[in-house]
């Protein structure tokens, strides 16, 4: 299984970015998937996640200015980040919780390779 993100880059404070995580590979189902920070010598932290039936949590900060949602037909997760700051900047991780059979006891986790998201002050 391999999770391939993009739609990282450059932009100014108050700008916006779309960013994109899709999972290829054997999958028989996407459990919960998640989107995750981590900026230059600080730990990597959760920045907002959706169940597979679209139950989303963000964390406290971004709760009104990013939205996750996913397209399970394309076994893709999404992150519209609106009126991004400086202090996000940092390379933009996906994870997804990956069931490779009926039975639920056949999943593991998987992460991206990140995405780096610079905002400019």
């Known amino acids: 299984v391999q999770l391939v993100e993009s739609g990282g880059g450059l932009v100014q404070a108050g700008g916006s970015l779309k960013l994109s995580c899709t999972a290829s590979g054997t999958i028989f189902k996407l459990n919960y998937m998640g989107w995750y920070r981590q900026a230059p010598g600080k730990q990597r932290d959760v920045v907002a996640g959706?169940?597979?039936?679209?139950?989303?949590n963000y964390e406290y900060s971004v709760k009104d200015r990013f939205t996750i949602s996913r397209d399970n037909a394309k076994n893709t997760v999404y992150l519209q980040m609106n009126s991004l700051k400086p202090e996000e900047t940092a390379i933009y991780f996906c994870n997804a919780d990956v069931q490779f059979a009926p039975a639920n006891i056949f999943r593991r986790s998987f992460w991206g390779q990140g995405t780096q998201v610079t905002v400019s002050s």
């Open positions: 959706i169940t597979s039936d679209g139950n989303t």
